[in-house]
């Protein structure tokens, strides 16, 4: 008897595997929205949940070391855009991917993949908020640490991703660089489509000028397994694109109709303590001693540099420990 079912239980386990409905059982509204997801995926109530309202008069301001954005200012070829039955998704084909390094992060980073969440009308759409208030859209560029190899060992890390974050903001004008992703987004407003873009693409072509005002925390993926593994970087500097771009992205479609929203609403903050890293040459700006005019001997000069960079280093690195230290509570 067992003998014959043994077989049985395997194939249905199989069949479990490879159904092609994984990933499409959860989305943004009734039985399948938000509130039902840790019904099936037990992290989703976690207590270090992503997003989050961050509160600007509760942030610890802080200067961590510049972050390196490796390979964002490459020309890319054989980039993927795809429709995902739940957003729209960059990747990148060859071997050669984007990098981050530096700010929070105690390793390199490597890209993996970009998405976007977006609201019905332009009133609201991000996930984080700041202060209360939403953007119209996000954008969610996903690293997974180095040594992990992938997404899918980083995930079972508490250090396994990052995440840098952008919002956006409607403008008049149209934004050239995302000419081609919204063209692109015609080709695959059905679920699980995909189109190759025909020129190469450039990560920082898309990004806000100031990349070095951020708010930095511990959360989760925003989706399903909300696997609480990510450290979230937000820019500050929305991105600035006009409504018909933004609008374009509400035309994709899931297996259930169009995905006019696809955020989850905030989470509780908990413990947790939220960073705002605010440009380290403010510092340096700032703390040069004003006896030291410009016309400084060459030697005065170095001296001077070195002073500055005494004086930028010291918060620095007392700001980086009280971070970890953080960070670990
Ligand atoms: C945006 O959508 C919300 C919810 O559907 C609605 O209450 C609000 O009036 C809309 N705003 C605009 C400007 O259309
Ligand atoms: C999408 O399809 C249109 C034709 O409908 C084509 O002109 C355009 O080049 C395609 N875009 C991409 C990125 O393949
Ligand atoms: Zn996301």
Same mark, same amino acid.
């Given at each position: 008897?067992?003998?014959?079912?043994? *077989?049985?239980?395997?194939? #249905?386990?199989?069949?479990?595997?490879?159904?092609?409905?994984?990933?499409?059982?959860?989305?943004?509204? %009734?039985?399948?929205? *938000?509130?039902?997801?840790?019904?099936?995926?037990?992290?989703?109530? %976690?207590?270090?949940?992503?997003?989050?309202?961050?509160?600007?008069?509760?942030?610890?301001?802080?200067?961590?070391?510049?972050?390196?954005?490796? %390979?964002?200012?490459?020309?890319?070829?054989?980039?993927?855009?795809?429709?995902?039955?739940?957003?729209?998704?960059?990747?990148?084909?060859?071997? #050669?991917?984007?990098?981050?390094?530096?700010?929070?992060?105690?390793?390199?980073?490597?890209?993996?993949?970009?998405?976007?969440?977006?609201?019905?009308?332009?009133?609201?759409?991000?996930?984080?908020?700041?202060?209360?208030?939403?953007?119209?859209?996000?954008?969610?560029?996903?690293?997974?640490?180095?040594?992990?190899?992938?997404?899918?060992?980083?995930?079972?890390?508490?250090?396994?991703?990052?995440?840098?974050?952008?919002?956006?903001?409607?403008?008049?004008?149209?934004? *050239?660089?995302?000419?081609?992703?919204?063209?692109?987004?015609?080709?695959?407003?059905? *679920?699980?489509?995909?189109?190759?873009?025909?020129?190469?693409?450039?990560?920082?072509?898309?990004?806000?000028?100031?990349?070095?005002?951020?708010?930095?925390?511990?959360?989760?993926?925003?989706?399903?397994?909300?696997?609480?593994?990510?450290?979230?970087?937000?820019?500050?500097?929305?991105?600035?694109?006009?409504?018909?771009?933004?609008?374009?992205?509400?035309? #994709?479609?899931?297996?259930?109709?169009?995905?006019?929203?696809?955020?989850?609403?905030?989470?509780?903050?908990?413990?947790?303590?939220?960073?705002?890293?605010?440009?380290?040459?403010?510092?340096?700006?700032?703390?040069?001693?004003?006896?030291?005019?410009?016309?400084?001997?060459?030697?005065?000069?170095?001296?001077?540099? %070195?002073?500055?960079?005494?004086?930028?280093?010291?918060?620095?690195?007392?700001?980086?420990?009280?971070?970890?230290?953080?960070?670990?509570?």
């Amino acid at each position: 008897m067992q003998l014959t079912i043994l *077989p049985l239980v395997f194939a #249905l386990a199989l069949l479990e595997v490879l159904t092609p409905t994984r990933g499409e059982d959860f989305g943004y509204d %009734g039985v399948i929205g *938000p509130r039902h997801w840790s019904e099936r995926y037990r992290e989703c109530a %976690g207590k270090h949940q992503s997003p989050i309202n961050i509160n600007v008069l509760r942030v610890k301001q802080v200067t961590l070391p510049d972050i390196m954005f490796i %390979g964002f200012d490459d020309s890319i070829d054989g980039v993927h855009v795809s429709n995902n039955g739940h957003t729209v998704l960059i990747e990148v084909e060859n071997e #050669l991917h984007p990098r981050v390094r530096g700010g929070p992060l105690e390793a390199d980073y490597v890209f993996s993949q970009m998405h976007f969440h977006w609201g019905d009308n332009d009133t609201f759409g991000s996930e984080d908020k700041i202060n209360h208030r939403s953007f119209p859209m996000e954008l969610h560029m996903v690293f997974f640490k180095e040594e992990y190899k992938s997404v899918k060992e980083a995930i079972l890390h508490p250090d396994g991703l990052t995440v840098l974050a952008f919002f956006y903001e409607v403008d008049r004008h149209q934004h *050239p660089a995302y000419d081609e992703i919204v063209g692109a987004l015609q080709n695959v407003t059905e *679920p699980h489509t995909q189109v190759e873009m025909e020129h190469p693409f450039s990560f920082l072509n898309i990004l806000p000028y100031d990349l070095r005002r951020y708010f930095t925390y511990r959360g989760s993926l925003t989706t399903p397994p909300c696997s609480e593994v990510v450290i979230w970087l937000d820019f500050e500097q929305p991105i600035r694109l006009a409504h018909e771009q933004i609008k374009a992205f509400r035309e #994709l479609k899931s297996t259930h109709g169009k995905i006019t929203h696809n955020f989850r609403p905030i989470q509780p903050i908990g413990d947790r303590v939220v960073f705002y890293n605010i440009d380290s040459n403010y510092f340096t700006y700032n703390e040069i001693d004003p006896d030291e005019d410009e016309d400084a001997a060459p030697t005065k000069s170095s001296r001077r540099r %070195g002073h500055n960079r005494g004086f930028s280093l010291t918060p620095r690195l007392f700001f980086v420990s009280l971070m970890l230290a953080m960070l670990q509570l």
